[in-house]
């Protein structure tokens, strides 16, 4: 009888409690704000001012932005907050504007930065306009060049969840994920044409537990990069073509770098794309760093030029600084039921570095057909390999 009557009042409190937290739940809509979704219209303090009183309000508060489209400079969502989390239900268009003075020099877009507990979902779309800025970026030609804005950036955010956004035409980056901690994004739809450079779907920096399970991404470099300083990363259903692939790096380039730890790239198709899985480091990195513990496994690829690589003599300039070799040492990576069409004979590339050779490389059930006709090859250097399973291509070619 007691544990019944429990029952009884635990289920109304709860019913009761969900009531009370719906009634109270704050909702601030930017259309309220004087945000006007008018192409002659500039939104963006509209939108800043719906955002300054979200942040300021206590509890779990939304933010809607309705269809329609906007047009916006630069916005910053940024904490600390009073909420304890926010729902920005993104169902509208929100275009950016074409005019790069609109943007402060190395700064970007749209930012998420310094609180807790975001959830941006609503089937929304963030239009970077990057057509007429595109010819205007010289980063693909040389090192120390002006980075345009990346569309969407998330920074040091705890507890974030991202599912149903897209993202089209950004000048820069996609997305960025900075610093955060514990974020995860599904259903993801990045598009951008094959040749725009440094359109990289989602670039992750010096993040820990990042999952993003489920995107679909078109784009003229890599689909998903994951960079120096990340820890536990979980990619999977991931469909990416166009684009450069999936790539670890590229690591090296800066004096102290942090180590990445604990990668799984899985039950993902990769096709049409210059690389499909890439580990790319610099030459002469001017400090020590390392990454292990990455596993790529059951990958599909068709028609991708690079399917399995590692490039530890990356350079994507014609005049790289090559006097010493990378100091960025690779450990125990899998590569695992990886299957498909290679648009080059070497369908396995493992280029290592001369000062700290890859330890640990494992090849097991890899079926790379070279689509040329002859078998496909594997192209070796400084790399402890391992293969078993299904062997094509069957060992490698030492260079
Ligand atoms: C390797 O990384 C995975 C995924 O992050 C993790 O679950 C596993 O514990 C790591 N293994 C070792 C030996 O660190």
């Keep these: 009888m007691r544990q ?5 009042s635990t289920l109304l409190l709860c019913v009761f409690s969900c009531c009370a937290l719906n009634a109270n739940a704050a909702s601030f809509n930017v259309g309220s704000y004087g945000a006007k979704g008018n192409p002659k ?3 963006t303090n509209a939108f800043m ?3 300054k009183a979200a942040c300021a309000s206590s509890g779990d508060v939304e933010m809607v932005i309705p269809q329609g489209t906007y047009y916006l400079g630069q916005v910053k969502f940024k904490g600390p907050c009073n909420f304890n989390s926010i729902t920005v239900s993104l169902q509208g268009v929100l275009k950016a504007s074409t005019d790069l003075n609109k943007f402060v020099s190395g700064d970007d877009w749209v930012e998420f930065s310094f609180f807790n507990g975001l959830k941006l979902k609503g089937g929304g779309t963030f239009d970077g306009q990057g057509s007429s800025s595109w010819s205007k970026n010289q980063c693909p030609n040389k090192k120390n060049c002006k980075v345009l804005p990346t569309s969407v950036k998330f920074v040091s955010l705890t507890n974030t969840i991202v599912d149903s956004v897209n993202s089209k035409d950004p000048k820069f980056f996609h ?3 900075l610093q955060c901690k514990n974020f995860r994004a599904s259903n993801i739809y990045l598009k951008a044409p094959q040749n725009s450079p440094n359109t990289d779907g989602i670039h992750i920096e010096k993040s820990t537990t990042v ?4 995107a679909t991404i078109g784009t003229g470099d890599d689909c998903i990069s994951v960079g120096q300083g990340n820890a536990d990363i979980l990619l999977s259903s991931i469909k990416c073509g166009p684009g450069h692939g999936i790539s670890v ?7 102290n770098e942090g180590n990445v730890k604990g990668l799984v790239v899985k039950d993902s198709i990769i096709f049409g794309t210059q690389n499909g899985v890439r580990i790319k480091t610099w030459e002469n990195s001017p400090s020590w760093s390392y990454a292990d513990n990455m596993t790529f496994q059951n990958i599909q690829m068709n028609n991708v030029y690079n399917p399995i690589i590692i490039d530890q003599n990356y350079c994507p300039y014609y005049n790289c600084d090559r006097s010493a070799p990378s100091k960025v ?3 125990n990576i899998f590569f695992k039921d990886i299957r498909g069409s290679s648009l080059s004979q070497a369908a396995v590339t493992l280029k290592c570095s001369k ?3 890859c330890q640990n490389v494992n090849l097991q059930n890899i079926n790379l057909k070279y689509t040329g006709g002859s078998n496909s090859i594997a192209q070796c250097a400084n790399a402890n390999v391992a293969f078993s399973g299904t062997k094509l291509p069957a060992a490698c070619t030492w260079s």
């Design 329 to 331: 040492k690779l450990s």
């Design 41 to 43: 219209v500039d939104d």
């Design 211 to 214: 999952v993003i399970n489920g």
């Design 4 to 8: 019944g009557s429990m029952k009884v």
């Design 249 to 255: 790096g590229s690591l090296g380039r800066y004096q």
């Design 175 to 177: 997305f960025g994920v």
């Design 355 to 357: 000062a700290v050779p």
């Design 49 to 51: 001012n719906t955002w």
